[in-house]
C-alpha cells in the first residue's frame, strides 16, 4: 500500500480557489489510481474526482463537474485537485484515496475499493 498525505486546505471565500494536495510514499505511486472524495459534517463520504494511473482518464462529481480539476505527476509521487469557483457547499474534509490500477484507464468512483487513505484536509468556503 502507498501512505497518503493531503494538504492545501484552508478557510476560503465563496468564488475563490484552492489546490489540494496529495503526497504518496511507500509502494510506487504511478501504478495506482487515484480518487479524491469529501465529507461534510452529518452527511456521508462522497465522491469528487479520480484519475488513473496513466493520468489519461478522469472522472467527476457533477456537482463539481467543470469547477475542479484532478491530476496527478507520478515523478512526484503527487495528486491535485484544483478547486476553482468554489461555493459553501463544498465544505468538506476533502480525503485523497489510492487503489492498484488493474489496467492504464481503471479509476473508481466507490470509495470501498480503495485500499489507501489519507488523514483528510478541512475545506471551508464562506459565503
Known sequence: QVQLV???????Q???SLRLSCAASGRTFGSYAMGWFRQAPGQE???VAAISWSGGTTYYADS????????????KNTG?????S??????????????????????????????????????????
Open 86 to 127: 468554489l461555493k459553501p457547499d463544498d465544505t468538506a474534509v476533502y480525503y485523497c484515496a489510492a487503489v492498484p490500477g488493474l489496467y492504464a484507464a481503471y479509476i473508481s468512483v466507490n470509495s470501498y475499493e480503495y485500499h489507501s487513505w489519507g488523514q483528510g484536509t478541512q475545506v471551508t468556503v464562506s459565503s
Open 14 to 16: 465563496a468564488g475563490d
Open 80 to 84: 491535485y485537485l484544483q478547486m476553482n
Open 45 to 47: 463520504r462522497e465522491f
Open 64 to 75: 463539481v463537474k467543470g469547477r475542479f480539476t484532478i491530476s496527478r505527476d507520478n515523478a
Open 6 to 12: 493531503e494538504s492545501g486546505g484552508g478557510l476560503v
